[in-house]
């Protein structure tokens, strides 16, 4: 499992157990009767726990936000691959060879409509997937674990020939 998965993985456990001890706690104080008007201790204890959920949602964000894949780059050692999807095609111009263990940056763009640009292992396992629509380009990083030959699909219904809109490359060791 990869250290960014542990930390979101973590930072949500984390959330879960004190979502689950505010909620025991509400249960458990508005289970008992009544003897008395308490609305002032009342709006006190939503205003604090109001307070400790922001608090605890805003440092879940800044516990995540910088592993968030978005905007990510390859780095120096990267390598970048073009791939363009024509109605019902991918074409991918990538570095011989794709290696292991090193980024790989995919600059994904359509020349027509909207394709769902998807890589599968060589034991046929999804590993991402993205969105493509014309006009724009679709940055996607991602390291190769194991050599193989990888199949790309198309995920989004383009037109008749979707149903062929397949491809293969190499990712072989260094």
């Given at each position: ?9 973590v ?20 289970s ?35 592993y ?5 780059t ?13 109605q ?36 046929g ?32 219904f ?14 072989k060791?260094?």
């Amino acid at each position: 499992m990869s250290h960014t998965a542990v930390i979101i993985t973590v930072a949500y456990s984390i959330a879960v157990i004190l979502g689950s001890a505010i909620s025991f706690a509400i249960f458990r104080s508005t289970s008992r009767p009544l003897e008395e008007d308490r609305s002032g201790v009342w709006s006190r204890r939503e205003t604090t726990w109001l307070v400790i959920m922001i608090l605890t949602l805003f440092a879940l964000l800044l516990g995540t936000i910088f592993y968030v894949p978005y905007g990510e780059t390859a780095g120096p050692r990267g390598q970048v691959v073009r791939v363009v999807g024509v109605q019902y095609a991918w074409a991918i111009d990538a570095p011989q060879p794709i290696v292991t263990g090193r980024p790989v940056a995919f600059l994904a763009r359509s020349r027509d409509v909207a394709h769902g640009f998807g890589v599968y292992n060589p034991s046929g396992t999804l590993i991402f997937q993205a969105q493509v629509v014309a006009d724009h380009e679709q940055k996607i990083v991602h390291a190769f674990a194991e050599p193989g030959t990888y199949t790309v699909h198309c995920l989004e219904f383009c037109g008749v020939g979707h149903h062929v809109m397949s491809t293969t490359f190499e990712v072989k060791a260094p």
